[in-house]
């Protein structure tokens, strides 16, 4: 359909365009539920082909823009959402002078006449941490939708195109955004109470029975360009680990425009704090060394959490103080980083060869159960998830800090309060491969049998606060 030919199609159903919606009222709000998910109150949000504004009004952004080539439903959207902007524009000719954190095209690109002219505009709205959120309907799903207006269930609509995951994420790529992840929600349109709740929460979020759900959704960033230098802080927590206390140190090299170690200890025996402070007077002026001693009661994560908030640099990293990491491969994870390559980069243990007796075989085949689980339910790749070492921007890591209230504090260990929270942002996580080396000093702090159950738990804790939403 031409364009002029759209514009009043739309402009024709603009009084009308609610009144269907609240016939489909469980479809809408079970889109409005996954954006919410995506993106997080209170950021700058631009949502190109808005309507008559119920999705842009339910994100609930600092500064909103709404765009829509019908100037009735912007007038619609304009008497219901005061309070926000909307402008009539066209998706492929984008000129606003004004860059978002988040662009929304929901059920647009089935009526573009050029999506790759859509996408090429997108980078004159996006910054580089910008995030491109796209949904669209499931190509399965074409005649049960065209049967469905036939009945007069839902509002008859121009043809459309349909495109399968592949083709958006080609074409993003051609205009130069990366899909950081994708999926399927709803199969089951229709609300019919405790059914359509149980087959669209739990049993659209299984492996393969997935991909029938009806909306498509892609999140993308734009591909970075360039590398920048910043300054590190790198934690390590640590309780009863005199021995390597001055190996991290020596071993840690210097990198970025400005390097700190920051030792948090909590509730050794074995002289670790006095360790710390010896081997920071004997390092003064050659190493920025900091150290705070947590407490007797502290975790590994809650320990990991204090040295964030001390921590004076742009890159934050944790490093176990137990050196089964080499120190000496930090610089890899900092190059990550720095490039744009990922947002947040986790260590892989299970790439090269372990060494004898550095991990149990039960412990190995726990790490791979729980590496296909959290693939999984967080829609990225993660080879090994329980990797003690996690490096991500402080920016990210306040945002993460900031949203914790939506997980709660659950975590002992600090490496799935990361997790979750970079995938709730969004973030491009990237694994690289390490070689993992046996302890020289101390026994491992796992309990297998104990951590494992908790392990189980948290699986549990992210199907219900990730995945089966």
């Not at 948090?264 to 074995?270: A, L």
Request: aromatic fraction near 12%; charged fraction near 25%.
């Amino acid at each position: 359909m031409k364009q002029d030919e759209l514009i009043k199609y739309f402009n024709r159903h603009a009084e009308t365009r609610d009144h269907w919606k609240a016939r489909n009222w469980y479809y809408h709000r079970t889109l409005e539920r996954l954006l919410r998910f995506i993106i997080p109150e209170k950021g700058s949000v631009l949502e190109i082909g808005s309507g008559t504004g119920d999705l842009l009004a339910h994100l609930k952004p600092s500064r909103g823009l709404g765009i829509d080539i019908s100037p009735a439903m912007i007038g619609v959207a304009g008497k219901k959402y005061p309070h926000l902007e909307w402008r009539a524009g066209d998706a492929e000719n984008l000129a606003l002078g004004e860059r978002f954190d988040y662009v929304v095209l929901s059920d647009l690109i089935g009526f573009a006449d050029d999506i790759e002219r859509v996408f090429a505009g997108l980078s004159a709205v996006t910054h580089p941490r910008s995030r491109v959120v796209i949904t669209y309907y499931n190509y399965f799903w074409e005649p049960i939708l065209r049967l469905s207006e036939i009945f007069h269930l839902k509002a008859r609509q121009p043809l459309q195109n349909w495109m399968s995951p592949k083709d958006i994420e080609n074409m993003l790529t051609l205009a130069g955004f990366e899909v950081i992840k994708s999926g399927n929600k709803m199969i089951f349109p229709v609300w019919i109470p405790f059914l359509s709740a149980f087959l669209n929460t739990f049993v659209a979020n299984l492996p393969l029975i997935s991909r029938l759900g009806v909306i498509q959704y892609v999140v993308a960033r734009p591909r970075p360009e360039g590398k920048r230098e910043y300054s590190v802080s790198i934690v390590i927590p640590c309780r009863n680990e005199k021995g390597n206390i001055k190996n991290a140190v020596e071993r840690t090299p210097q990198f970025g425009t400005y390097t700190e170690i920051i030792f948090v200890e909590s509730g050794s025996h074995d002289g670790t704090f006095e360790e710390i402070k010896r081997v920071a007077e004997e390092y003064a002026g050659k190493k920025n060394i900091r150290y705070f001693e947590h407490g007797p009661n502290g975790t590994k994560g809650s320990c990991v959490r204090q040295g964030f908030r001390e921590a004076k640099g742009d890159v934050l990293m944790i490093l176990d103080a137990d050196l089964t990491m080499q120190p000496e491969d930090l610089p890899k994870y900092y190059r990550a980083i720095a490039s744009g390559r990922g947002e947040f980069i986790n260590g892989s243990r299970l790439v090269y060869q372990l060494e004898d007796e550095s991990m149990r075989f039960l412990n190995i085949l726990g790490n791979k159960f729980f590496s296909i689980m959290f693939s999984w339910l967080l829609g990225q790749r993660l080879k090994d998830t329980l990797c003690g070492t996690k490096v991500l921007f402080k920016l990210d890591y306040e945002k993460i800090a900031d949203g914790r209230k939506y997980f709660g504090d659950f975590d002992p260990f600090g490496d799935f309060d990361l997790l979750f929270g970079a995938a709730k942002l969004n973030l491009k996580i990237v694994e690289i491969p390490i070689r993992y080396q046996a302890r020289t000093y101390g026994s491992t702090q796992i309990q297998r049998w104990r951590h494992g159950r908790l392990l189980l738990k948290m699986t549990f804790f992210a199907m219900r606060k990730i995945k089966f939403i």
